[in-house]
């Protein structure tokens, strides 16, 4: 029995490698601005220069100067991770290894989240397989980002929170508050599984009461929490240290402003800061109009992304039913939590980063956990059927109708895929303009960290405002050249055209869709 779980470990997690390896092999660099942030910085890193970076992406942080201090308001793992893999191979292969490995070994957490809540074999292979087709996330998961790494430390943290509310091994919460940690790591809003943690051990007391009489449930919680939030500083000490150190506080507080942003371009807005009177002053019929969008827009990513479209019904059919056995709720119960909170967080808190990226980053911590369920919705569904139409043979109808929706989520997977296929344009128009910029140019990009990780310029971010405004940035950050490109600031919708209304900037040359100016007053 053994060698049979070992051996098909080892061939799920031949496969999703070799299907990551597609997707990974199709990219010869980042294909977005996250991952050209977590690239650059990696291979800073792994070139000994410390958590410092040349690219200025925000201003919410206001940031000194050029270089300055890294990860600000993105975490740091994924950039470790890279330069872990750049320190082995010079090249972007070598950033993508480490997660082209935890990409392509998903599919064995998901075989073994099934193999708990069904302890059939073809239904944890089945989860295995829908989870190895990667969906949405197959064109992210094979490149430095969050993707990979989140949805391993966020799936097994839920794993062994749920290990630890139906067992009485203590040793479960540590590895869970080790696991949160590396989620927090990767994430800020990580730090939601160690709140659903210790929410999950708190009402876990409830259980064990029930169950066995236990009077000390206070030492129970306190052993419990003292275990998760142990593992979880064992992780993340050491960066709110260096936090302190540099910053002169544990966590940036940057990140807290994006819940007041009344649109998202604001997140790069310069010399402006959010509070609850900005958000307030917008009114409060456009606050709760943006709050209803983003569950709406939060319900649809979950629909969507999470289940894959049309595994919705299973997905839910499987946790509804599963939820209502007594041996099955408790595993259930971490991922359940974790789901709603992160849910609410990033429709009705964070609405406008979560509808643009934050929930479709963090959900992929229940990818595996989904796609279990899809395949414990798969074997409902046909034996409720079974039961209405005699003639069935429920386990080979399983088994026909699970090879028939893995091969649809491959299908779709692989559609999807191919839609985003990779765009080099912006990648060869950054490399023209890099090479006849000086090498000491300081460069303002509509994607800064792309912008450094093709031409090794120092770049900023275009701030969204007004000229006047981006000259002054201009002016702070000596900056000497503006490239912008179709996706600008309205403010700057003018410029683009190339009608220049200001002594301060004069165009120097255009590169398909994107213009190159010169800031003519910047002191430098």
């Known amino acids: 029995m053994k060698s049979n779980y070992r051996t098909d470990l080892f061939l799920i997690a031949l496969l999703g490698l070799m299907v990551q390896a597609f997707w990974g092999l199709r990219l010869s660099h980042p294909s977005y601005m996250d991952a050209y942030y977590y690239a650059t910085n990696g291979r800073r890193l792994a070139e000994g220069h410390g958590f410092t970076e040349m690219v200025i992406w925000q201003f919410l942080d206001e940031p000194e100067g050029l270089p300055t201090p890294s990860h600000a308001y993105w975490m740091p793992l994924p950039s470790l991770l890279a330069a872990a893999g750049y320190r082995l191979i010079d090249h972007f292969r070598g950033a993508q290894l480490p997660f082209w490995l935890l990409a392509g070994s998903l599919p064995v957490l998901s ?3 099934s193999r708990q809540l069904s302890g059939k074999r073809w239904q944890a292979w089945t989860a295995a397989l829908l989870t190895a087709s990667g969906g949405f996330y197959n064109v992210f998961f094979s490149q430095p980002a969050t993707f990979a790494p989140f949805a391993w430390a966020g799936g097994l943290c839920l794993l062994f929170l749920a290990f630890g509310s139906r067992r009485r091994a203590w040793h479960w919460w540590l590895l869970a508050g080790l696991t949160a940690g590396l989620a927090h790591l990767t994430r800020a809003d990580g730090v ?8 999950v051990g708190l009402i876990g007391i409830r259980d064990w009461t029930l169950e066995t009489k236990l009077i000390s449930n206070l030492q129970s919680l306190v052993a419990r929490s003292g275990l998760l939030l142990c593992g979880y500083f064992v992780v993340m000490g050491g960066w709110f240290i ?8 544990p966590l940036s507080a940057v990140g807290a402003q994006t819940i007041f942003l009344t649109t998202y371009d604001d997140l790069f807005a310069y010399g402006r800061s959010f509070d609850l009177a900005h958000l307030l002053a917008w009114g409060w019929d456009n606050v709760l109009y943006a709050r209803l969008q983003g569950i709406s827009l939060a319900l649809q990513t979950f629909a969507v992304v999470s289940c894959l479209i049309f595994l919705t019904p299973f997905v839910f059919w499987a946790w509804i039913a599963l939820g209502r056995e007594p041996s099955k709720r408790p595993l259930l119960r971490p ?3 974790y789901a709603l909170a992160l849910f609410a967080s990033m429709s009705l808190i964070f609405t406008f980063p979560g509808g643009r990226g934050g929930l479709f980053h963090s959900s992929a911590a229940l990818w595996p956990w989904f796609m279990a369920l899809a395949a414990g919705g798969i074997s409902l569904a046909v034996d409720w059927t079974a039961v209405r139409l005699s003639h069935w043979q429920p386990g080979r109808a399983k088994r026909i109708f699970a090879g028939l929706f893995v091969s649809v989520a491959f299908l779709m997977s692989f559609a999807l895929g191919l839609m985003r296929s990779p765009d080099d344009s912006e990648s060869a128009i950054y490399k023209q303009i890099g090479a006849v910029l000086p090498s000491t140019a300081v460069v303002m ?4 960290p792309g912008f450094h990780y093709h031409t090794n310029l120092a770049a900023v971010s275009v701030p969204n405002e007004p000229l006047n405004v981006v000259v002054e940035a201009a002016g702070r950050y000596r900056v000497a050249y503006l490239v912008l490109d179709a996706d ?6 003018y410029l683009y055209q190339g009608y220049v209304q200001s002594p301060s900037i004069q165009l120097i040359d255009s590169y398909g869709s994107v213009k190159l100016y010169h800031f003519t ?3 430098r």
């Open 111 to 113: 075989f073994t989240i």
């Open 192 to 199: 939601l599984l160690l709140v659903v943690g210790l929410f």
């Open 521 to 523: 007053e910047t002191a």
């Open 445 to 448: 990009a509509g994607n800064a």
């Open 242 to 249: 260096r936090n302190w150190l540099v910053l002169g506080r």
């Open 488 to 493: 600008h600031p309205h403010s700057l919708a």
């Open 335 to 337: 991922m359940t939590w």
